[in-house]
């Protein structure tokens, strides 16, 4: 079941769901939209190796906006905080965003309940399009698990920048 915006509202302000900062005006029908934060992560390797930590340049995102060429890669943050120890946190790019050529993935769509921290947003540019710190990039949307709750506890708690892949921990 997932929850209609006021909900979202009622839990923010209750404390069962971390949305930081949060702002009602970016709540939706059924979403809370979510903010592109500051810095983003380039991979420098021309080869990613899954058994390696990967080698990547961090910058942060200028006033004038960061220039995407097609075909360019990096990884973005969400600028707030979010995460739930009683829903299911859900988050896909928001469709404008999607309409003007860049492709914004998450790293995992559905958020291990219990995790909590900025997300990492995969953005993928299939037109020249230039990114703003701030601008509204992707949305969240909350939903009620059935049965017990394990929470989450892996490498990706508590993020707070884009991370890059650590499936090299895996490896080991």
């Given at each position: 079941m997932i929850l209609t915006g006021k909900k979202i509202f009622e839990e923010a302000k209750a404390g069962r769901i971390d949305l930081d900062p949060f702002s009602p005006d970016r709540i939706t029908t059924n979403s809370y939209d979510l903010a592109l934060g500051r810095t983003v992560i380039r991979y420098t390797a021309d080869i990613i190796d899954p058994r390696e930590p990967a080698p990547f340049e961090e910058m942060i995102i200028p006033e004038d906006g960061l220039l995407l060429n097609k075909g360019d890669f990096v990884l973005g943050h969400?600028?707030?905080?979010?995460?739930?120890?009683?829903?299911?946190?859900?988050?896909?790019?928001?469709?404008?965003?999607?309409?003007?050529?860049?492709?914004?993935?998450?790293?995992?769509?559905?958020?291990?309940?219990?995790?909590?921290?900025?997300?990492?947003?995969?953005?993928?540019?299939?037109?020249?399009?230039?990114?703003?710190?701030?601008?509204?990039?992707?949305?969240?949307?909350?939903?009620?698990?059935?049965?017990?709750?394990?929470?989450?506890?892996?490498?990706?708690?508590?993020?707070?920048?884009?991370?890059?892949?650590?499936?090299?921990?895996?490896?080991?």
């Open positions: 969400s600028k707030e905080r979010l995460g739930s120890d009683f829903y299911v946190p859900i988050i896909h790019g928001k469709s404008g965003t999607a309409r003007m050529g860049l492709f914004v993935h998450v790293t995992a769509d559905l958020i291990d309940i219990g995790s909590h921290g900025v997300t990492t947003f995969q953005l993928y540019a299939t037109l020249p399009v230039r990114l703003y710190a701030g601008m509204l990039i992707a949305q969240v949307s909350f939903w009620k698990p059935l049965g017990n709750i394990e929470l989450y506890n892996g490498k990706y708690q508590n993020s707070t920048g884009p991370r890059p892949s650590m499936t090299y921990k895996d490896f080991k």
